[in-house]
């Protein structure tokens, strides 16, 4: 497709549950963001990849957090042993380089119980 | 200094009238200032963006004005419609991009 694709767009788990959420970036696109959203609030950066360069992590909130990407494909957002303040929105953006427009998927809805 | 502060939180304006929203910074390095469009459910969508070499860019019935020495931008929709009721965030740049906490705009018939 033509615009950013994240899945699954909802996700619910239990607590201390590891779950992994997919990013598909726009193609083309070497720079790609995570951020997370909760509910009725802004948007909180997590990490963010450029081409082959090592990825930006400074805003990751804690180890349980991480993220990989391949070259200047997909990226997933793995959050180990989650916790009811993990749920939010997780949103991916990608752009076609340092600040170039960020286009924004739709997101993945994460509920812990 | 990495914040973005905007306001106000919510708006309700009438059909046909004009919302504006205001951010403001701290940080000087900051070079880029996008407006980004959120609806229920959807990720943000950019709207219209502006550069610090110029004081207001329109696109429509949007427009952005910036005032570099007060460090303050702002977002005007002309004219207003039901449409437009969204959630509206600024942001500056750096990179990543930081977001203020957003506007919940309501257009009313």
């Known amino acids: 497709g033509a615009g950013v694709s994240q899945s699954p767009s909802n996700k619910v788990t239990e607590k201390g549950k590891d779950v992994e959420l997919r990013c598909d970036p726009i193609?083309?696109?070497?720079?790609l963001y995570w951020y997370r959203q909760r509910l009725g609030q802004g948007l909180e950066f997590l990490i963010y990849?450029?081409?082959?360069?090592?990825?930006?992590k400074s805003g990751l909130p804690s180890d349980r957090f991480s993220a990989e990407r391949t070259g200047e494909s997909v990226s997933t957002l793995t959050i180990q042993r989650t916790q009811q303040e993990d749920s939010a929105v997780y949103l991916c953006?990608?752009?076609?380089?340092?600040?170039?427009?960020?286009?924004f998927g739709d997101g993945t809805r994460l509920s812990i119980l | 200094q990495q914040q973005v502060k905007q306001s106000p939180q919510s708006l309700i304006v009438q059909k046909g009238g004009i919302s504006i929203i205001n951010c403001a910074y701290e940080?000087?390095?900051?070079?880029?200032f996008p407006w980004y469009q959120q609806f229920p459910g959807k990720g943000p969508a950019l709207l219209i963006a502006?550069?610090?070499?110029?004081s207001e860019k329109k696109e429509g019935r949007f427009t952005i004005s910036f005032n570099k020495s007060a460090k303050q931008f702002s977002l005007h929709i002309m004219d207003s419609q039901p449409g437009d009721s969204a959630t509206y965030f600024c942001a500056a740049s750096g990179t990543p991009l930081v977001f203020g906490k957003g506007t919940r705009l309501s257009v009313i018939a």
């Open positions: 990849f450029q081409g082959n360069s090592a990825p930006d």
């Open positions: 940080n000087t390095a900051f070079d880029y």
């Open positions: 502006i550069r610090p070499d110029v």
């Open positions: 953006a990608s752009s076609s380089g340092y600040r170039q427009p960020q286009h």
């Open positions: 193609s083309g696109h070497t720079a």
